[in-house]
């Protein structure tokens, strides 16, 4: 009997292992929203809060990308939704619809956060405050097309027998950034082209609050509906304060490392990582909750031990080739360059992996014995924590290191 639990466990890690690393490739498309970073930088310089609102944007399209698709992973389980775009449940649909209404909410409530926090640190003006709501919601407002790839990266893997829980998020959670900062680059070059550019950043705010308005109207009357929207505010307010801190963190990495292109081009990459991980357990832990294949006990994290160490030992792998990639593609690649960026990169890994872990699996407990939908909440909150931390393990790093 113990010889076959013990080869139970081992199939678990390793399958856990393989399908990670399989997703985890994924991140390896965030290398090109950092070259996309690192080259446009000249942009960032054009007004003093476009750098700082940038991790926001890209945290907060993560926190809404992550609850979008950890609650449709966990109803694919359930055989609440069906792997198909037409002709779907209810379940379906509402998961979609609060998704949209949420999108406006979370980007005019983070770029209100973000013009005080700025305006405390002394990095934005009052008058910056309109610009910001209109580059942020505009961004995000076009970061809805997200949505449709998370269905149909969700749809297929269910269909192929592979767990959504570890494929879905890792996959569109990079694939997002890369999406996300190309739109925000946009938005920005339109913004600063002159009245015009202003005029129509406004027109595509406004439609989609149109939009948002129209469909918050045909929903109003569902009480589930409701019940997400005001679960999911909650996940938000917490998480507004928790993205625009990263943005001052981002800024002092960037006074530390200047003009390294090879940190820069690696940050987007590394983020998504860690949140990668904290993702598959969250996940794992929210679908294991739902099914009953799980005590809601902090004792019970034992159970899911070997997805935990699968997901951390795929991601030390691709931490290693982030680093060769990254001064590959700057270069910049010789054995000590590579040696140094390698070191920064797994001391980062071995500060942040087991913190967003915890966290992950925490928040999942305490909201499933709370009676709350724990999708509404670990994701989001995880991703964006999964940001910061990240940040600033990647600080406390190069401040040993450099």
């Known amino acids: 009997m113990s010889g076959a639990n013990n080869v139970s466990r081992q199939d678990s890690f390793s399958k856990t292992f393989r399908e990670c690393l399989l997703s985890f490739n994924f991140d390896f498309i965030g290398l090109i929203a950092g070259i996309i970073l690192s080259s446009q930088l000249h942009i960032f310089r054009l007004a003093p809060w476009a750098i700082a609102v940038y991790p926001a944007v890209l945290s907060t399209k993560g926190m809404i990308g992550g609850m979008f698709a950890g609650r449709l992973s966990t109803a694919l389980h359930v055989g609440t939704v069906y792997p198909r775009f037409l002709r779907n ?13 949420i999108t406006l909410i979370a980007s005019l409530f983070m770029s209100l956060v973000a013009t005080a926090l700025g305006i405390l640190i002394g990095n934005v003006d009052a008058p910056s405050s309109l610009n910001i709501i209109l580059a942020a919601t505009a961004t995000m407002s076009l970061g809805t097309t997200i949505l449709l790839l998370t269905m149909l990266v969700s749809f297929l893997s269910f269909k192929r027998g592979l767990d959504p829980d570890v494929i879905v998020y890792p996959v569109m959670s990079t694939t997002a950034d890369v999406i996300i900062t190309v739109y ?44 997400d929207i005001k679960e999911t505010i909650l996940t938000l307010i917490i998480v507004s304060f928790i993205v625009n801190f990263t943005g ?39 679908t294991r909750l739902a099914l009953g294949l799980l005590k809601p006990s902090l004792k019970s994290m ?101």
């Not at 590394?270 to 991980?277: H, P, Q």
């Not at 593609?329 to 390698?342: D, K």
């Open 89 to 101: 449940t209810r379940i379906f649909h509402r998961i979609f619809a609060v998704t949209i209404v």
């Open 184 to 227: 925000y680059l946009i938005i920005l070059i339109i913004f600063f082209s002159g009245s015009t550019g202003r005029i129509a950043i406004a027109a595509i705010s406004t439609l989609y609050a149109l939009i948002t308005i129209l469909m918050l109207s045909r929903n109003i009357g569902d009480r589930e509906f409701l019940k």
């Open 248 to 286: 001052a963190f981002l800024g002092e990495i960037g006074k530390l490392v200047e003009d390294r292109r090879e940190i820069y081009t690696v940050y987007p990459a590394l983020i998504d990582m860690i949140g990668d991980v904290g993702s598959v357990v969250g996940s794992i832990t929210t």
């Open 302 to 402: 034992g159970g899911i031990r070997d997805q935990i160490s699968g997901s951390w030992l795929a991601s030390i792998i691709i931490f290693i080739a982030l680093s060769l990639l990254s001064l590959i593609l700057n270069g910049l690649l010789e054995p000590l360059a590579f040696i140094s960026l390698t070191l920064t990169l797994i001391m980062t890994n071995i500060i942040a992996i087991p913190v967003i872990v915890a966290i992950s699996y925490i928040v999942s407990i305490l909201t499933f014995k709370r009676g709350l939908d724990p999708d509404n909440f670990v994701i989001p909150i995880e991703s964006s924590l999964a940001d910061n931390i990240t940040t600033i393990a990647l600080l406390i790093t190069i401040l040993l290191t450099y």
